[in-house]
DNA sequence: TCGAGGTGTGAAAACGTTACCATATGATAA
DNA sequence: TTATCATATGGTAACGTTTTCACACCTCGA
């Protein structure tokens, strides 16, 4: 490992005048500068982060925690969180949970140790109050999260959301309804649970049960095929997220019960696959790109000019029509 | 901020036994001990990894670059990857190269900096000799590579991958066929290609051409839109990768035409839509989760053991035949 | 001729931690 | 009694940077 010492002992000036070098400031002799930068070369000397945040306290890099990058959703958001960050400077940390709140932990003491500027956390498991412990002065603002008034957050609507999908089944004549929940702990999946409650709630004549999933795939089709098992089955099915609405499709294919003749879907997100499945998938649609991107420029923003007031972004949820609630009449 | 200094003035010790108290290691004695203890726990001080780090030199983190954690078959990489550090203490920094030269460029920069111990790099678009002149003494191990004798690979036989979608859309009697590439720069997406080559170079009687895509599915949308607009369009298509092969299916639909009896159409990488798009995805299969998986516990087994020689893991792929090439007669 | 101010360079003190060495106390063995 | 050893703690030098201060040299105008 060579350090600024070694260049400076080669290029025979002092580790100050490379360190001036390296950040193009303070005053350096045209020679002397190219001595030092031909050292830096021969030596394919780099610059130390570790030991040069320490001093200047700053790294340019902001944390990111997803729950699952396999999940098309959070793919799409860090996607957008890393283009606006990146035109702004910064690098991304990104760290993946699969939805543990360990893992979760974990890389928040591994962010702050690291001394990232900012956080950005999607999906958070952990009370907003105990990540507000836990970062201490790290700025960071919540994406996918539950509404609350004490930290930032960027979210859509994941109440409205659930209550629209539902509905929408409802609307269509459903009268079994079953709702394959998200992994416990999951703010969106709670809320949309909690609107999936809501609809059915007030609609008469309607049986309604929860199975919990996990957002995956597997999970998904697990839940799918004991609920398709059953006799009757359930005529309608409200999907968490589009990931496991795909594994229902997948289950009824197998098991030869059609969709929507037997059993409509509704899903939620809508991924790119909603479109090109069979049948295509209604699904509430949520703009996971724009919505990383505007954490992103909010918590940069906050960065660069301190402190700001509370800010909130709410995204509109979007019911998306498609043939797998088409009635066939 | 608080640092270790403030907790032993709190706990009336000297840095030295705070610092004994953190690793667990040295005398301290069982009172001083909770002295400390609590005096961590008032201030909420947690240690600095960057000083640290500094000190000892070791971060117990491995880097982690891949071009696109949006693309499922990434992803699944990513998962394995982390799956395997974690059960071995490592924590692992994601970054998403965007399939950006300058980006991973810059990662890898930045990785380097913070000092991860070891990286794994996803398909690179770097020549091997560059990232071991960048990465210098930080151990590295390249999955979904091109094969070559200097860095230890992990990879999937894309060659013989491509020759095998291919020959299978001739064995159909396809005789217009196009590929849709990947990306410049992809190894995988390279290999695919000559493999296409080398099958169609062998055939009697087959029109071929490339066309260029990005693994993505827009620009495998866009792609197939300008094909199949072509008359007479091909009769066999293989794209590159699943993504790009499902945005095919996408686009047919909706121009009225039809999989398999119009076009037939090959994907690669076997995710987990490919089987629930409709008509289902022939494509060859590579396991995603296990490359990852192999590939960090190759790279920890170095870290932990020392150099070792060379060491290349390569997976057979696999042809899944599914509807989009399945013959009518 | 002198001082002011711009230019070029080096020494040394931080940054927060760990590791090594020194010192002190008490217990045990010769 | 004295030497040896385990236990317990503190002081201090690293780690690789940046930054501040100090000093030296040069040029220019009065």
């Given at each position: ?19 001036r ?20 070369e021969?030596?394919n ?12 306290r700053?790294?340019a ?16 958001v860090?996607r957008?969180?890393?283009d606006e960050?990146?035109e ?7 760290c993946?949970?699969?939805w543990q ?10 962010l ?11 999906g958070?498991?952990?009370a907003?109050e ?16 539950r509404?609350?008034q ?5 979210w ?7 209550r629209?999908?539902t509905?929408?089944l ?38 309604v ?10 999970g ?41 003749e037997?059993?409509m ?11 090109c499945?069979y049948p ?8 996971a790109?724009?919505m ?24 509109k ?13």
């Amino acid at each position: 490992m060579t350090t600024i010492k070694d260049v400076a002992q080669l290029a025979r000036v002092s580790v100050s005048t490379v360190s001036r070098v390296i950040n193009q400031n303070g005053y350096v002799e045209r020679d002397t500068y190219n001595r030092v930068v031909a050292a830096m070369e021969t030596l394919n000397y780099k610059p130390n982060a570790v030991a040069r945040g320490l001093v200047i306290r700053k790294t340019a890099t902001l944390g990111l925690i997803v729950p699952d990058v396999a999940n098309p959703f959070f793919s799409d958001v860090a996607r957008g969180v890393e283009d606006e960050a990146i035109e702004n400077g910064y690098t991304v940390i990104l760290c993946n949970t699969d939805w543990q709140v360990t893992r979760e932990d974990m890389y928040i003491q591994l962010l702050r140790g690291r001394w990232v500027e900012g956080a950005i956390i999607v999906g958070n498991r952990a009370a907003p109050e105990f990540l507000m412990h836990q970062l201490e002065d790290v700025p960071f603002i919540l994406v996918d999260s539950r509404p609350n008034q004490i930290v930032n957050a960027v979210w859509s609507n994941n109440l409205v959301g659930g209550r629209m999908a539902t509905q929408h089944l409802i609307d269509n004549g459903c009268y079994r309804i079953v709702h394959i929940s998200g992994p416990e702990g999951s703010p969106s999946a709670l809320a949309r649970r909690e609107g999936f409650y809501q609809a059915v709630l007030s609609a008469r004549n309607v049986q309604v049960s929860v199975v919990s999933g996990d957002f995956r795939f597997d999970g998904g089709y697990q839940a799918a095929v004991d609920l398709l098992k059953c006799r009757p089955h359930p005529n309608g099915i409200f999907a968490a997220n589009d990931m496991m609405a795909i594994a229902v499709i997948q289950a009824a294919n197998e098991m030869g019960i059609r969709i929507p003749e037997d059993v409509m879907l509704v899903g939620y997100d809508d991924i790119t696959m909603a479109r090109c499945v069979y049948p295509s998938l209604t699904t509430v649609a949520q703009p996971a790109y724009d919505m990383g991107r505007t954490a992103s420029k909010l918590l940069i923003t906050q960065l660069k000019h301190g402190v700001s007031d509370l800010q909130h972004v709410e995204f509109k949820p979007e019911l998306k029509l498609r043939k797998s609630t088409e009635r066939m009449s």
